[in-house]
Every structure is written in C-alpha cells, then in structure tokens.
C-alpha cells in the first residue's frame, strides 16, 4: 500500500483529492463507525438488564443507561436507540459515499485528459520510442485502474476509521478479549502479506500483458488488408489467441491469489468467535457483554479482511499506478518550449544554420550540419533519396523536433523563441501518407480551418479539384468517409487532404511527396491544384520525381544528412551533378517503362 501511495502523492494535486475533502471523508467515516459501534453496545442494555447495572466498568455503565425508565419500556427505547443507531450510521455512510462518488466521478476523466495533453505536449523524440498499443493501453485501461485503485483507498480510509472506533468499544468492554483478538488479527495479517507480496508481482506482469493485447490488437485490425493478401489469417489468429490467453492466465493468477485471503479469514475468525463465546461466563451482565463483544468483534473482523483484501487489490493495481505516474511525469522527457514572438515580416526567409538532428534510434545524424535559406514567397524542393534527411527538414521546420546542434531562424528570431501555436498556424502540410478521419467530407476539409462555413469548404474543395467528385457522393459534403477514408481512392484523399490545407490559406505549404502514390490522371489534378495554391506562398516542395520540382524556384540536394548541392533546376541539370545524374536516370528509366509497355 505504501507504494501505491508513494506513486499517487504526485498526482494527488491533477485528481483533485483537496484536504478538506479527504477531512470530511475522514470524519463521515469516524461518526459512521462510532454510531455503528454505539448501537452496537446498546444490545449490552436490552440483554443484561437492570441488576447488572450494580457491576462496575463499560458493561455496567451500559446496562445502567435506562435505569431510570420502567421496566415495560425499558426494551422498546433501547431497540429503539439500536434502531436509530443503525439509520445514523447508514446515513453518514450514504453520505461518505455521496461526497466519495463526486470527488471519483472526475478521476478518469481528469487522469484521460492530463494523458492525452501530455502525449500532445511532449516531444514527437520521446513518441517515436514509445509503442502505440503501450499509450492506449493505458489511456483506455490503465486510467481505470486507477480510479479503481483510489476507490480502494477511499473504502480502506472508512474500513480503518471503523476499525478503529471498535477497537476502542472493544477495549473498554474487555481489554483482556481485546488484547487476545489483536494478536489473532495479526496472524491473519501476516499471512495475507504473504499473498500481496506476489500479487504485486503478478500486477505489474497483467500491465505487460494487456499493452502487449493492445499491440497486437491495433497491429492486427491497421493491418486486415495485408493480413489477407498474404493468406495470413490463421497465423494471425494464432498470434491473437496467444496475446489474449496471455491476459486471461495473467489475471486469473492474481484472482486466485486475491480471492484466497477471504476463506482464510473467514476460517480463522470463525474459529476464534466459537471458542471466545464456549468459554463465555454464566453471568448474565458479563455474558451481555461478551455478546456484545462478539458482535462488535465479528464487525470488526469484516473490517479487518477488507483492509486486507483491499491491501492484495491495491498491489494487484500497483503496475497499472506505476503506469500511469511514470507516462504523466515530466522526469526524462523532451519538450518543446514555447516563446512569445510573433514576426510580423518573415522576410528574407527561413536560415538553417548549421542544423544538426540526431535520432537516438541511428547511429548516424538524419541531418549533419546544414545551411541553406528558404526565401519568404518562392518555392524550395528538397531532392535526394530515401533516408537523406528531406523529410527531416519539414518536421525541423514544423518543430516536431528541435535541431541536436545549430538554429533555424526565421526572419530575425529564432525559431523556437515563437510562439509554437500561431507558428503552426501558418503552415500547411500535405503528405504522401494523407490521414483521413471517420468523419464527414465536410468536417475533414474544415479541420484545416475550425469554425470554417460551408461556402469556405466548397471554395477549399474546387481549388483541390475535389468539388466534383465530392458532390458526386451519396451525400455530398455531408458523407460520412469511414475508417481512414476507405470509401476513397488514393488520389480522392490526397485532394480532400490538400483542401483541408487549402482552407488554412497558409504562409508556408509544404508538401512532402504529396502525389509521389499517385496514378497519371490524379497525379495532374493534384498537381494543378498545387500549382495554383503555391502562388505568393513560402512553399517546400519534398519530392522523388524530378518532373515535380523542375518549375521550383530552387532546388536543394540531400545526401546521407548533408548538402550535396544547390541551385536553379536548369543549372543544377547542366552542372552534371547529382542532380543531373538523378534527373537523367529517371527519364531514362520512363522512357524504358513506356516502351516496354507499348511493346506489350
């Protein structure tokens, strides 16, 4: 339990678990145990009877309590005290309950949100390390688990305050019953000790297993397509059942553990009460007491092992804690910072200067000390092959990352002494691998621009040159693309994606190998439409084919995280560089295609 605790007191402050509310638990729990208790004791009363008031200590002060009421009605008020006894104390546990389920309602939700506006703040360095079924894990699981976890603890704080008001009923009845009863209870507790220990253990493998079921899940249900073009249905069925018997095993080792520390408590306690009420004394004051004794004992004990099953639970939940504390802490993560400048001039344009990024998953930098300028209002292609570090410019550029070594400057401030949000503002990207949301046509193209009309969406999608095949749909603006878009081509994507960058109206396009997929027909109207939007724009042209960065105003040339030239396309095809080698193999290599396609 104390590491459970040591791993919460972090987070206490985002779960909103306040002083005074925890006093005001603390206290509903107190006064719902005393009049537990209380109504308890009163049984002393309506069993011993007015003669066993002559006796001395606790039990004798209860019997005397109506003393002074005839006999007739002696019974009836103390039943009836009992009684309302009993209403109070339900009462104040509704109470506990109520103030307890206000304060958990919002755990969850609290403990999603602060997860996901981590991951959205943190470094996409820290991301690329990180597995997604990991991160959904335990957004979708492990949240629970730890509102769950402080569910435990809250019924432990009530199990304890109840536990200790009976103790104190149960010295004034009878130390010596007392005493024998404490170290009864400590067996049962260090035999349940012997199970959390190994629960513990077993809670941190269920964490293992569950992000491991939720890897495979989402590699499974991304991956259906080529999951049955290769015939692997069965294998991966195979590797799915295993996951899932993976969770299934797990749990049920800690339930089997966790579930063994009630029938040995109930064992032992019953055992204890039979031979505590056998040695019971004939004396009817002292037999009243010891009953009640008993009663409060076997309350007591019901309290006890729930503390202990609450304590097997809470280390079965540790792992799920430790999850959840270690994604949320700031301790070993990278952020970016965020400045305050806003330029209102960008010109002359955006300076890498001697920019280094190094991964720590490669051995060598994806960029090596470049320097180049990218001029406010002219069009840079970035040309070289794959790994040459031209897709690492474009999320330098998006501060996605910060340069290892070197700045990149914009206009006269550094970039990272911008204000991150408005910066972002002013770019557009579109990708190759364009992401489409389950959502409708119209709500895809406005994610460009939140709040955007319906008039702004047309606009957007007559510029990409989507409008017709839009209107085309069933439902026009208003359906409903699916999972990724599937119920699109590729080229339908890719220009429903540059719509959504259209409608931003963006300082900076960047389009990084955007009809690199393509087909001929779409590969033009896409192109067409990225002619026409990167007039008077900065633009950053990321591209393989050499036919798509030829009307570039400049042309830069990546090897192996280095610059191996710059230059005009038309002086960069004389110079008889890589640039020239590069352009002339591809021509070569489409003049081959074409005639071998027109031979067959």
Partial sequence: ??????????????????????????????????????????????????????????????????????????????????????????????????????????VGHRLRSAILSQVLAVSQEYLDRQQSGRLINILGTETWRVATALSILADMLINFCMAAIFSLILLALSWKLALISAVFFLLVTLITRLVTAQVQHLGR?????NTSFAHRMMETFQGLRVIRLFGHEKWEQGRFDDASRDVRATFFRVDRLSLLVHPISEVLTAFFLVLVLVTATDNRAEFAGTIAFLLLLYRLQTRVKNLDGQRVALAGLTGSVEEVATLLSRDGKPYLADGNARPADLSPGIHFDRVTLAYESRPIPALDGVSFCIPVGKSTALVGASGAGKSTVASLLCRLYDPTAGRITVGASDLRDLDLA?????????????????????????????????AETTEAARQAHALEFITALPEGFGTRLGDRGLRLSGGQKQRIALARALIRDPEILILD???????????????????????????LVIAHRISTVEKADQVIVLEDGRIAEIGSPSVLAAAGGPFSRLRALQYQTREEVSGSAFQN
């Avoid at 009836?76 to 546990?93: D, E, F, R, S, T």
């Fill in 422 to 454: 408005w910066w972002r503002q002013r770019i557009a990207v579109v990708s190759q691998d364009v992401h489409i949301f389950d959502a409708t046509v119209e709500e895809n193209i406005a994610y460009g621009k939140p709040g955007a009309t319906l």
């Fill in 1 to 106: 339990m104390r590491a459970v605790l040591r791993l919460l007191r972090p987070l206490w402050p985002l779960l909103g678990l306040h002083r005074r509310t925890l006093a005001a638990l603390v206290v509903l729990g107190l006064l719902a145990a005393l009049a537990e208790g209380i109504s308890i004791s009163l049984i002393v009363p309506l069993i011993a009877g007015q003669k066993a008031a002559a006796g001395t200590g606790f039990p004798a002060w209860l019997s005397g309590l109506f003393e002074t009421l005839p006999e007739a009605g002696r019974v009836p008020v103390a039943a009836g005290c009992i009684l309302a006894g009993v209403v109070l104390k339900n009462l104040l546990c509704y109470a506990y309950a109520l103030l307890f389920s206000w304060l958990n309602a919002g």
């Fill in 205 to 209: 493998e269920a964490v293992a297993a």
């Fill in 513 to 539: 190998e955007a009809t690199n997929a393509l087909d001929l027909e779409s590969e033009r109207l896409v192109q067409d439409a990225l002619d026409a939007a990167a007039r008077s724009k900065t633009v």
